[in-house]
C-alpha cells in the first residue's frame, strides 16, 4: 500500500490559486489604450498604504506626493488597502481616486479604475448573518475577558468585504497606538487572539491577517491582496510590482508579496519606498 502525504498549502499559495493572474493572458485592445503613452505602459506598481506610503494612519507627505506624480508618467500606478476608502482619502487625500490609475480598498473587494468605480463585494453575503453574528460575538467574549494595559472603543469594524478586529479599540490616541504596537510585540496579543480564532471556525474558511499597529483583518480565504489581481486582467501588464511592510507570514501583504506573477519588494517605511523607487525605477 502506497502512503502518500497531502501537502498542506500556505496561504501565499492557497491565495495565488484563488486568485491566479497570468502575465501573458490575453489582452482588451481597448483597455490597453488608457495607458499606450506610459514609456512603460505594461508595468503596474501597486502600493500598500500604512507604513509605506504614510506613517501609520498619518497624513502621506509632499514628497511621497511628488514621487508617485513623476512615477505615473512612466508607469501605471495604484494602491492596494485593507481599509475603506473613507480612512484611505484621510491618509492620501480627498483627491486620492485622482493620483492612481488603479485603487483597491478593502483589498480590492471595491475596486476603482481611473475614478470608477468597477466591482464591489460584501462579506456578509459570503458569511450569512448567523454565521456572522456567531464569529462577532466569539471576539467580542474574547475581548471583554483580555487583559491589556489599556482598552477603548470600537473594537470590531464591519466594512463591505471584512470585518476589522482592534483588542486596544481603533478611538485610541497615536501614542496609545505605539504603545500597543510595542507591547503587542512583547505580549503577541494579536497573534494569540488569531489563533484562537482559527481554533474555534475551522470550517469558516476565514483568513486572518495582521496589519497596521493595532488591528488584524477578518475575511474570507482569497480575500486577501491578491484579489485585487482579478481586476488587472486583460489590461496588458507584463509586469506587476508590489510595495508593503507587513510580507511576514499573518501580515496582511504575504500573499501578494508573495504571489508568483507578483514582484515584491519590502519596505520598514515610506522612506525605504522611495529610495527603491528611485535606485531600481525608470522615472
Known sequence: MTNTTEKVLSSAEISARANPFDLNGPVDAKLRTDWADRKHG?????????????????LVNED????????????????????????????????ILELFDFAFPENGLTSYRLEKCTGEQKFLDYLGEERYQELVNFILRYI????????????????????????????????????????????????TMVAELVKAFPDFNMTYSIGGQISFDVFPTGWDKTFCLRHLAGEGFRTVHFFGDKTFQGGNDFEI????????????????TISILKAEFDF
Open 42 to 58: 505594461d508595468t503596474i506598481i501597486l502600493f500598500d498604504v500604512d507604513g509605506t506610503l504614510t506613517v501609520p494612519r498619518l
Open 64 to 95: 511621497m506626493l511628488q514621487v508617485l506624480k513623476d512615477l505615473r508618467k512612466n508607469y501605471v500606478i495604484g494602491f492596494v488597502g485593507g481599509s475603506d476608502l473613507v480612512k484611505q482619502k484621510e491618509q492620501l487625500g480627498s483627491n
Open 144 to 191: 471583554a475577558d483580555l487583559k491589556i494595559p489599556k482598552k477603548r472603543g470600537t473594537f470590531l469594524e464591519y466594512r463591505n468585504g471584512m470585518i476589522n478586529v482592534s483588542p486596544i479599540g481603533r478611538n485610541c490616541s497615536q501614542a496609545e497606538r505605539i504603545e500597543f504596537e510595542q507591547y503587542d510585540l512583547a505580549h503577541k496579543i494579536r497573534e
Open 257 to 272: 508579496y508573495n504571489h508568483p506573477s507578483v514582484k515584491g519588494h519590502h519596505v520598514n517605511s515610506p522612506t525605504d
